[in-house]
Nanobody, 127 residues
């Protein structure tokens, strides 16, 4: 059974940092694309970043470029999202998701191709 478990969320002041982790089990990490999404209260879910575990290619939504970094430790079946210079508008539940394939799917940020989802971890950034 494929499982994704997020951790690392919490309360942080604006300008601070958090590192989220997405631990996967039940599948071979090298064969998957892993992505981070977030959903703020009253807003639609949006893709934040994704990584192809096979070649480590990465993608970011414009609003987090230069502040967030996605990385993968295939030996640990874990993907990380390092979030720096956090802003109140980054407040959301952050989810990781997995696509069964080595290539990032067009439209990934809309959730296309993501077959598996975690339950999320809450990030709250205070002003």
């Amino acid at each position: 059974e494929v499982q994704l478990v997020e951790s690392g969320g919490g309360l942080v002041q604006a300008g601070g940092s958090l590192r989220l982790s997405c631990a996967g089990s039940g599948f071979t990490f090298d064969d998957y694309v892993i992505a981070w999404f977030r959903q703020a209260p009253g807003k639609e879910r949006e893709g934040v970043s994704c990584i192809s575990s096979s070649d480590s290619s990465t993608y970011y939504v414009d609003s987090v470029k230069g502040r967030f970094t996605i990385s993968s430790d295939n030996a640990k079946n874990t993907v990380y999202l390092q979030m720096n210079s956090l802003k109140p508008e980054d407040t959301a539940v952050y989810y990781c998701a997995a696509h069964d394939g080595r290539t990032v799917v067009v439209g990934w940020s809309l959730g296309y191709g993501m077959e598996y989802w975690g339950k999320g971890t809450l990030v709250t950034v205070s002003s």
